[in-house]
Nanobody
Framework: QVQLVESGGGLVQPGGSLRLSCAASGSIFSRNPRGWYRQAPGKQRELVAA???????IYADSVKGRFFISRDNTKNTMYLQMNSLKPEDTAVYYCNSFPSLMTWGQGTQVTVSS
């Protein structure tokens, strides 16, 4: 069964850092570009960053220069290093293929607050 499992979220003060991890099974995730998405309360889910199998990346304007996406093709895993976190980064973070073709996992909560 195809599964996405996100981890690494938590409560962090503004300016802090977190590293999210995504473990996935299934050929869709291994063959396609991968993305990190987030959904804040009352808002639609949005793409944060995406990465191709060759390492090409795209970022939402709001996170450029602060967030960095990476992937390990041998392990079907993906990471999101988040630096200089802001309160507006507070959201549930999800991983999926890009575009999102898989059933969403439970996500991991990131809360940025003093």
């Amino acid at each position: 069964q195809v599964q996405l499992v996100e981890s690494g979220g938590g409560l962090v003060q503004p300016g802090g850092s977190l590293r999210l991890s995504c473990a996935a099974s299934g050929s869709i995730f291994s063959r396609n570009p991968r993305g990190w998405y987030r959904q804040a309360p009352g808002k639609q889910r949005e793409l944060v960053a995406a990465i191709t199998s060759g390492g090409g990346t795209i970022y939402a304007d709001s996170v450029k220069g602060r967030f960095f996406i990476s992937r390990d093709n041998t392990k079907n895993t993906m990471y999101l290093q988040m630096n200089s976190l802001k309160p507006e980064d507070t959201a549930v973070y999800y991983c999926n293929s890009f575009p999102s073709l898989m059933t969403w996992g439970q996500g991991t909560q990131v809360t940025v607050s003093s």
